[in-house]
């Protein structure tokens, strides 16, 4: 069965850092990219960051580049985002999905002083 | 960036009762490789996303007959044959043909009347 397990969520005060982590099991981790999206309360869903089978290769949503950071442990199969300089519009539940198919429960990021 | 257009973006259907969905995309979906890569998302309250639909018109494994999908280029329709009180939710339709960024539609929340 696959799954994928957020963690790493939290309170933390604006202009603070983040490390989610998202544990995968029941599938070839290694044969497919992987991606976060985020849902702020009450909204839809917005794609954020993607990831490369090997790592070598990343992209960002606009609103996020040149402060989070994705990577992979393809040895943990683990994937990760980094999120530095945290805003009040980060505040939501993001998720790690495998190319869109199967998608974690989530783990919610508020950031509020 | 790929902009879809979902409506309504409420759905108040009987029980029993067919629905239908719209998704319209600002430019083709159609890829280099002839593939429409055009997926339907439901989100029941409190969940994750599920996909029920991926490359337009292909039910995901263990999604309901009653859910179809079809379209072609820009305009897309999810339908459910017969609504049942389990299809209550937002449902999204998301593009992965021109990326980055990958888009989702505003959502289409479906209530029974």
């Known amino acids: 069965e696959v799954q994928l397990v957020e963690s790493g969520g939290g309170l933390v005060q604006p202009g603070g850092s983040l490390r989610l982590s998202c544990a995968a099991s029941?599938?070839?981790?290694?044969?497919?990219?992987m991606h976060w999206v985020r849902q702020a309360p009450g909204e839809g869903l917005v794609w954020i960051s993607q990831?490369?089978?090997?790592?070598?290769?990343?992209n960002y949503a606009d609103s996020v580049k040149g402060r989070f950071t994705i990577s992979r442990d393809n040895a943990k199969n683990t994937l990760y985002l980094q999120m530095n300089s945290l805003r009040a519009e980060d505040t939501a539940v993001y998720y790690c999905?495998?190319?869109?198919?199967?998608w974690g429960q989530g783990t919610l990021v508020t950031v509020s002083s | 960036d790929v902009v879809l257009t979902q409506s309504p973006l409420t759905l108040p259907v009987t029980l029993g009762q067919p629905a239908s969905i719209s998704c319209r995309s600002s430019?083709?979906?159609?890829?280099?490789?002839?593939?429409?890569?055009l997926y339907w998302y439901q989100q029941r309250p409190g969940q994750s996303p599920r996909r029920l639909i991926y490359?337009?018109?292909n039910r995901d494994s263990g999604v309901p007959d009653r859910f179809s999908g079809s379209g072609s280029g820009t305009d897309f329709t999810l339908k459910i044959s017969r609504v049942e009180a389990e299809d209550v939710g937002v449902y999204y339709c998301?593009?992965?043909?021109?990326?980055?960024?990958?888009?989702f539609g505003q959502g289409t929340k479906v209530e029974i009347k």
């Open positions: 990831i490369n089978i090997d790592g070598s290769r990343t």
């Open positions: 998301m593009q992965g043909t021109h990326w980055p960024p990958w888009t």
């Open positions: 999905t495998n190319s869109f198919d199967r």
């Open positions: 490359k337009v018109s």
């Open positions: 430019q083709s979906l159609v890829y280099s490789d002839g593939d429409t890569y």
């Open positions: 029941g599938f070839t981790f290694t044969s497919l990219w």
